[in-house]
């Protein structure tokens, strides 16, 4: 099933001839069909060449978009608006739930309102930098040109933005910028946005042009004459596997963190859809750049389910520190001034306490491996705001992070205006996904793949407040463009679900269902990826290196033999059925954690979350290798064989390499 | 985490268990011991369901995601009340540190007869998806707004209309009203969009509309009482119901 373009191109092969090109005799080079021009009119040219179809005829074709979050509601949305017949799906209950729903600090835009000398060029200059060079220009400059355009879509929307006195939108600052730039609604952003595009949505299921398919899970992509033409998936409540067929296919399934079992994400977040799209021929890109959030509630126990993100927006406020002498025991208040150390202020003076998220963990992770990490498990760090209700009052404080200070006392039993809150590092985001062209369209033709499933515009780093721009810039401004391209010129043939490549996909769907429940072993999914968890945060986390990730690679074959012959689920298949659900997420990241090992081994340098203990500067920062890694690793499923590494090459023309620095 | 309590507790867990929608359900006693008091109420019954599939029962089945008390999805009655003793909480962010050694805690879904359990604690919501449906929105196509800055409001009006858009949909709202009305929830939508000038062009077929299939969705009718406020994990604001009051006076008679 691979779309291995090595013969002559054949009909079906056509685009993926544009989008793949022999480098050696091993491997492609993945062209991005980014146009030409100047990088400030490359969109808007683009948006000109992209063939239309007239507003009649847009009835005539359906699109299958998978996932509610932020980029899934608004491509529904969007391309409902437009008049094409969308069916949407996903996991949850209702749309509105998806995990989107729980980002907390904001979404950036390049409107310069507070006046600071923002731009999109600078606000593409800090992604870029941010991502450490391993980012498209022309995907990020786009994106920096449309986050201006979400904003304004929201506010009509309803969306209640934080206001100031004068009525207009309030800003804040994120880390790896200078500018205050990010929009917010309190600590529940997300919620603020998702509610929005999902209101969009459901006026559209109202309207009658989305078919609406909550409680689904998507368990195959459907290829048919070389094209992404349909899905396959189970009702979640009945079993039933169902097959739906469409003129393309949209994956907004969100991101794989779970891989790690204990993240920020949601507990149904999952890389299933992603995964089979990638066996079905969708090459994988960056699988190793994994964020890892510097400001999240510490482990407390055994039986944590998950981790809580304290929104990066608390450190324009909160200063964090660890105690200058190892095993200092005395409570924070008892630690004088003097004998604290503001750790990130004194080693990064320009940036201080908001340099990027990659760099504020390593620094949390060096303190605690120095013994100075506080709390009762001596793993966490401080973040501290008493100057600050010194400075602002606890008003201020409350109005800005309210929920957020709510939400630590809840989890911990403790009041952070009186106490600095302990934190420490969690896996939260991947940057990397199914990899996609200036189109946002996969190796697949007619499979696009939209929000943080994709691998698009982040790089090697994301910057806080930029996975909300993206998910709604994918969604609502560019899949509608580039789709209808697609729809316009592809010459799609008639399908019906009655189609051989349904019938097989069904048969697989149904064999590794029943495979599941067959095995009648003796542990359950979640012990399992528990145990994946700890390899993989141990030995592919917050640094890496080659005998570790070594050990990582003979760790989760017998990992996987273990699940596939001592797992046990209870129930059947024909009803709602959590155990099912999760075993089949937890054989999907058994597979997928073997590739991100794989290219955290391959990728010998260290850049933005990659760190690769073999390859730092003398300060311990990240040191890249941009003679041979200056490229996107997009990486090709091959049945019974070692994944193949392609690669799409980058190059700098607007922001010149450097080395990153926050000092 | 530093609360000096007992480092562990055992519990009795009286849980409602009904396999489907046409099951006639019961109560189930299960003891669970060695709870650790810093553990989320979720996580207790991860822990009890990882011991009855390791005794080859069928664990308990309960919407939940997000465990941060934002989707909406956690839903059990606790005790008598939905999300449990705590006030503005979900499930899911309740901690066993509030529960005592020996303590026995009933469980069971939210009741109401727009939301007809689908099994043990798992409800059908999507009635609330259908309200939204008539009109909790402003109809505004991709690419159709002006400058973000070109409408100012008024700072206290903005912030009503956040307290309202808090609303996480999860229905402990009509599982608490007697007459099982979705009044809250409608009207946290309904006052958000009239609080915004964007919201007020559509705001008298929204209101009328979204009354309309509240009713026809069989949710009861408002008396007032004032308990879905009490139990709503956000605190949304009686005042908010009083607006949705005025909102369909104008409507009707504007
Ligand atoms: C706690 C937290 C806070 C955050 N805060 C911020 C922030 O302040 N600013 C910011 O920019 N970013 C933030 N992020 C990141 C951001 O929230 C996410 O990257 C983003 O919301 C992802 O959106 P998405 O639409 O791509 O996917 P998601 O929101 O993850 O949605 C995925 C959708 O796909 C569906 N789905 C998944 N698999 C399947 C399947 N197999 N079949 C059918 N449906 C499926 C799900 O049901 C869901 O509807 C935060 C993340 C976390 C975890
Ligand atoms: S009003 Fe409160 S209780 Fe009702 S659905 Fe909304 S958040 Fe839940
Ligand atoms: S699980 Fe999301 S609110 Fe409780």
């Known amino acids: 099933m691979s779309p291995t373009p090595a013969a002559p191109a054949t009909p079906d092969r056509s685009h993926a001839a544009k989008q793949l090109q022999w480098l050696d005799d091993e491997t492609l080079c993945l062209i991005p069909q980014s146009p030409g021009g100047r990088l400030e009119d490359k969109w808007d040219r683009h948006k000109f060449q992209l063939k239309l179809i007239s507003p009649a005829n847009k009835t005539k074709f359906s699109v ?49 309102y507070s006046n600071d000398r923002d731009s999109v060029f600078r606000l593409f200059f800090d992604t870029i930098k941010g991502g450490d060079f391993r980012a498209r220009e022309a995907n990020v400059y786009r994106l920096a040109q449309l986050s201006n355009d979400i904003i304004d879509h929201c506010v009509a ?32 952003t997300g919620q603020q ?29 459907v290829v048919a004459d070389g094209m992404a033409r349909g899905i396959i998936t189970r009702n979640l409540l009945t079993g039933e596997l169902e097959s739906h067929a469409a003129d393309v296919v949209v994956l ?51 039986h944590q389910s998950k981790l809580t993100l304290m929104s990066e927006s608390l450190r324009n406020d909160g200063r964090v520190w660890v105690p200058k002498t190892a095993g200092d025991k005395r409570t924070p208040r008892e630690i004088p001034e003097s004998e604290r150390d503001y750790y990130l202020e004194r080693i990064y003076p320009t940036f201080g306490n908001l340099v990027p998220r990659d760099v504020a963990s390593r620094q949390a992770k060096r303190r605690v491996d120095e013994g100075r990490g506080v709390g009762p498990t001596g793993i966490a760090v401080y973040l501290d705001f008493a100057d600050s209700v010194k400075r602002l009052g606890r008003k201020t404080i409350e109005e800005r992070y309210g929920n957020l200070f709510e939400m630590y006392r809840k989890i911990t039993a403790e009041d952070p205006y009186q106490e600095p809150m302990r ?25 696009y793949v939209l929000g943080e499933a994709n691998f698009s515009d982040h790089g090697a780093n994301r910057l806080g407040a930029s996975a909300l721009m993206q998910g709604l810039a994918d969604g609502y401004f560019i899949i509608s463009a580039t789709v209808e391209h697609h729809l316009a010129s592809a010459a799609l043939k008639p399908i019906t679900v009655d189609h051989d490549a349904f019938r097989e996909a069904r048969a697989a769907a149904s064999a590794k269902t029943l495979r599941l429940l067959n095995i009648g072993g003796s542990r359950t999914a979640d012990e399992i990826h528990r145990e994946l968890g700890q390899v993989m945060w ?26 596939w012959h001592d797992l046990h ?48 500067t003398g300060e311990n920062e990240a040191l890249r290798n941009d003679d041979r890694f200056c490229h996107v690793a997009a990486w090709e499923y091959r049945e019974g064989l070692r994944a193949r590494r392609h690669i799409e090459p980058l190059s700098f023309q607007y922001v010149p390499l450097m080395a990153r620095s926050y000092k | 985490m530093t609360s000096a309590g007992p480092a562990s507790i055992n519990i009795k867990l009286k849980v409602w268990r009904q396999s489907d929608a046409k099951a006639k359900g019961a109560f189930h006693e299960y003891p669970v011991t060695g709870v650790d008091p810093n553990s989320s109420f979720l996580e207790m019954l991860d822990t009890l369901n990882d011991s009855l599939v390791h005794q080859n029962i069928e664990p308990i089945a309960f919407d939940h995601d997000c465990r941060e008390g934002i989707c909406g999805a956690c839903s059990m009655v606790i005790n008598g009340n939905p999300h449990g003793p705590e006030t503005g909480s979900t499930t899911c962010q309740l901690h066993m540190r509030l529960f005592k050694d020996g303590d026995t805690i009933v469980v069971e879904p939210f009741r109401a007869r727009p939301f007809p359990v689908i099994k043990d604690l798992v409800i059908d919501r999507s009635a609330l998806d259908r309200i939204i449906m008539a009109g909790g929105y402003i109809s505004a196509d991709t690419g159709n707004a002006p400058d973000a800055h ?40 309904v006052s958000q969009m009239a609080m915004l000038p964007q919201g007020r062009v559509e705001r008298s077929e929204r209101v009328r509309k979204m009354v309309a299939t509240m009713e026809a969705e069989g949710f009861g009718s408002c008396s007032n009482t004032g308990a879905c406020e009490v139990v709503c994990p956000k605190s949304i604001s009686l005042a908010h119901i009083a607006r949705l009051h005025r909102e369909l006076l104008r409507a009707l008679f504007l």
């Open chain 1, 64 to 112: 299958i978009v998978v996932g509610t979050g932020l980029a899934g509601a608004a491509a529904a949305a969007s391309l409902a608006e437009l008049g094409y017949k969308v069916k949407s799906f996903c996991i949850n209950d209702s749309a509105r739930r998806a995990h989107s729903i729980a980002a907390q600090g904001g979404i950036n835009a390049a409107k310069n």
């Open chain 1, 157 to 188: 929307q309803g969306v209640p933005f934080a206001r100031d006195y004068g009525g207009f939108l309030d800003n804040r600052s994120f880390g790896g910028a200078l500018v205050s730039r990010t929009f917010y609604a309190k600590g529940q």
């Open chain 1, 193 to 221: 946005l998702l509610l929005g595009a999902y209101g969009a949505m459901m006026r559209q299921v109202a309207r009658g042009g989305i078919e609406y398919y909550p409680r689904r899970e998507m368990l195959e992509l």
């Open chain 1, 252 to 302: 907004a399934t969100g991101g794989y963190s779970n891989v790690f079992f204990l993240s920020t994400n949601a507990m149904a977040s999952n890389a299933t859809a992603v995964w089979r799209a990638h066996k079905k021929g969708a090459f994988f890109a960056n699988p190793c750049f994994t964020q890892i959030h510097p400001t999240c509630i510490p482990v407390h126990g055994e």
């Open chain 1, 423 to 447: 934190i420490y590092p969690a896996v939260h985001y991947t940057m990397g996904g199914l990899w996609v062209d200036y189109n946002l369209m996969s190796t697949v033709p007619g499979l």
């Open chain 1, 538 to 563: 141990e030995y592919c986390g917050m640094s890496r290196n080659a005998e570790g990730l070594g050990k990582a690679l003979a760790a989760i074959p017998k990992l996987r033999e273990a699940f």
């Open chain 1, 569 to 616: 689920i209870t129930g059947s298949g024909e009803s709602l059925n959590g155990e099912l659900e999760k075993a089949g997420r937890v054989a999907d990241f058994l597979e997928l954690s073997e590739l991100m090992v794989l290219d955290a081994l391959s990728r010998e340098e260290s850049c933005g979350s990659h760190f690769r203990e073999e390859f730092q």
């Open chain 2, 150 to 189: 070109c409408i100012p409001v008024h700072k206290r009006d903005a912030d009503i209309a956040f307290s309202a858009a808090a609303c996480i949909g999860c229905g402990a709202c009509v599982a608490t009203c007697k007459n099982a009305s979705a009044q809250l929830f409608l009207a946290a939508k």
